[in-house]
């Protein structure tokens, strides 16, 4: 299963950026797919949305209003629309695959910086 992210960006403060996740070697349709974030100096990843196969999603409070995760099956791709960006938004954002076994993979993350 391999996961790649795109679309991370140096941007100011109040725009927008849209984060992609295509995914190969795994039946996509089936699995819950995630975006998570690590801030500067911190160890833990963070959720910031979910979104089930059956495209129910989850929303950090941080986010919620601000930011859409969708997925496109025929792709197999996932994306996170992120609109009103704040400095505090800066991170490395990964994509994470849960598999209905509970396997998970992640991708190798894309650098999202917000600046003031």
């Known amino acids: 299963v391999r996961l790649v992210e795109s679309g991370g960006d140096l941007v100011q403060a109040g725009s927008s950026l849209r984060l992609s996740c295509a995914v190969s070697?795994?039946?996509?349709?089936?699995?819950?797919m995630g975006w998570f974030r690590q801030a500067p100096g911190m160890k833990q990843r963070d959720l910031v949305a979910?979104?089930?196969?059956?495209?129910?999603?989850n929303y950090a409070d941080s986010v919620k209003g601000r930011f859409t995760i969708s997925r496109d099956n025929a792709k197999n791709t996932m994306y996170l629309q992120m609109n009103s960006l704040k400095p505090e938004d800066t991170a490395v954002y990964y994509c994470?695959?849960?598999?209905?076994?509970?396997?998970?993979?992640w991708g190798q993350g894309t650098q999202v910086t917000v600046s003031s």
């Open positions: 994470r695959l849960l598999t209905v076994t509970g396997n998970v993979y």
């Open positions: 979910t979104i089930t196969r059956g495209d129910s999603t």
């Open positions: 070697g795994s039946t996509f349709s089936l699995v819950t």
